[in-house]
């Protein structure tokens, strides 16, 4: 059954490539045996770098349970996910996930993955694009007021 | 002029937890000095868990103008970005990054950002959301296709 998903997510993921409508990427999100939601990379058509399958998939099967959270969800993906997607992923908690390619497959043919890797892991002083802190303080208000708030949604 | 575009992520991040709209965290993007975009955590207001600030700032980022890539932008964030975050940001490719509160000071108002991190580092095997890889061979004919395609979109 594992197989059956994952063939489907690589078929859509070469369909895209030939198609002209995005990335080699596609995934699948299933419960209890039937698919929820289907999607492809769709970065450049849709002008929006955050549009990668995974994260597209996680968005249309939560909009189609009206939840926040894919409890008893399997996710199936054409490539092992990148740090944006993995970290979707992780808050969207579904129950398992099976990928194919890996992300050294996706360095090969020009995707950053592996990169972004490498620098999730670095200092921010060491890091490609500079990244420093300010404010801490004045901000953390927002943390002392979520704190303190009665009835909040947690996710 | 940093410190005048972080008070407002600061103002907004505090504005989003006391109208209950989402957690505390809000984003700007700026070009040039002008806001482009500005968001707020709306994961369970939207049943989207990919609707941090960071993300959803740099999505309307894109569509302003127009384009998957924030060259020449500052993106201003109330808290260190968590690993989706991140990895949005490296895949938008804006200038630089200035953020106020830090992972650990997410993590002590019970969000899983630093727990997320830690994850991201260990072997499959190791993680809490099971993750098993299968059908590679079948999955590579996508970015066999991705790399032979001329006139393709690189992101």
Redesign the interface.
């Known amino acids: 059954m ?2 059956k998903f ?2 489907e997510a ?1 078929r859509m ?2 369909d ?3 198609s ?1 409508n995005g ?4 995934a699948l999100v299933v419960k209890e045996g039937e698919v929820i939601a289907r999607a492809c990379n769709e ?2 058509t ?5 549009a ?1 399958a995974e ?1 597209q998939a ?2 249309k099967a ?2 189609a ?6 409890e008893g969800c399997t996710i199936y993906t ?3 996910p ?21 992300k050294q ?2 360095a ?3 995707f ?1 993955d592996s ?3 490498q ?3 670095l200092p921010h002083h060491l890091r490609k ?8 303080e ?6 002392k ?3 303190a ?1 009665e009835d ?4």
Request: aromatic letters at 12%; a negative charge; glycine letters at 4%.
């Open positions: 594992h197989e994952m063939q690589i993921s070469i895209n490539v030939r002209g990335g080699p990427f596609a970065v450049t849709h002008n929006d770098p955050t990668h994260v996680i968005r939560c909009d349970l009206q939840h926040y959270q894919l054409s490539c092992e990148c740090p944006m997607c993995l970290g979707a992923i992780y808050w969207a908690r579904p129950d398992q996930v099976f990928y194919a390619n890996t497959d996706a090969r043919i020009g950053d990169f972004i890797y620098e999730l892991e694009i500079p990244t420093q802190q300010l404010m801490r004045e901000a953390l208000e927002a943390f007021a979520w704190d708030l909040k949604i947690e996710y």
